[in-house]
């Protein structure tokens, strides 16, 4: 069954530094999405992407972030300058059309220290 | 604004219990609702989802209702397996206006014992 992937699966950072979030999607999946899950709270939307360009973005996807989809297989998250309550469990999700569930990747835990 | 109201876990039951997870919402208009559930090290697979009132979704033994009346969407399974030992998210999609985020529940851990 197809997968998303994503890359690192746990990352330590200092604050203050830029971090980078990989995601494969599945192949032909067209929607592309950021959530994010802080240890015992609940998951919250961050971004959507569609047709190269954002197409939603929740509050917590302010300025010191960005997303990217620099080849035709990737999907990035960055995060320019981290903060300590950035640390969370980053997922990266797609789907084919907006009408079904999305497929989620495994998550990228983040630490920031 | 839109959210999600799950109760409070964890759940502990034993092996061929009946199981319900309550699962709220409330919305502008009519969201499409989901059901989520996440095995230790892994992410979030679909379980089943509803998308308009009084569709009922299923899969692998478990069922929920959409129920507009009571704003519920609540998960049932009528006898539980060690295996379904995990964290179920109840989500919720609002249909129009252009949004497609999920909303989610805190989650409901769910720990089956033999």
């Known amino acids: 069954e197809p997968e998303v992937t994503q890359t690192p699966s746990h990352q330590v950072t200092q604050m203050g530094q830029e971090v980078i979030l990989r995601c494969v999607p599945i192949s032909n999946h067209l929607y592309f999405y950021w959530y994010r899950q802080i240890l015992g709270q609940k998951v919250e939307f961050l971004v959507s992407f569609y047709n190269n360009e954002i197409s939603e973005k929740s509050e917590i996807f302010d300025d010191q972030f960005s997303v990217e989809r620099p080849d035709g297989s990737n999907f990035t998250l960055k995060i320019r300058s981290t903060k300590l309550e950035d640390s969370a469990m980053y997922f990266c999700?797609?789907?084919?059309?907006?009408?079904?569930?999305?497929?989620f990747g495994s998550g990228t835990r983040l630490t920031v220290v | 604004g839109n959210s999600v109201t799950q109760m409070e876990g964890p759940v502990t039951l034993s092996e061929e219990a009946f199981l319900t997870i309550n699962c709220t919402y409330t919305?502008?208009?009519?969201?499409?609702l989901f059901w989520y559930v996440q095995y230790p090290g892994e992410g979030l697979q679909l379980l089943l989802k509803a998308t308009k009132a009084d569709d009922k979704g299923s899969n692998k033994g478990f069922e929920a209702t959409y129920r507009k009346e009571t704003t519920s969407f609540h998960l049932e399974k009528g006898s539980v397996q060690v295996s379904d030992s995990a964290v179920y998210f109840c989500?919720?999609?609002?249909?129009?206006?252009?949004?497609?985020?999920?909303?989610f529940g805190k989650g409901t851990h769910l720990i089956i014992q033999p």
């Open positions: 999700a797609s789907s084919y059309d907006r009408d079904n569930g999305y497929t």
């Open positions: 919305a502008t208009g009519y969201p499409s």
């Open positions: 989500a919720l999609r609002y249909s129009g206006g252009g949004a497609d985020g999920l909303t």
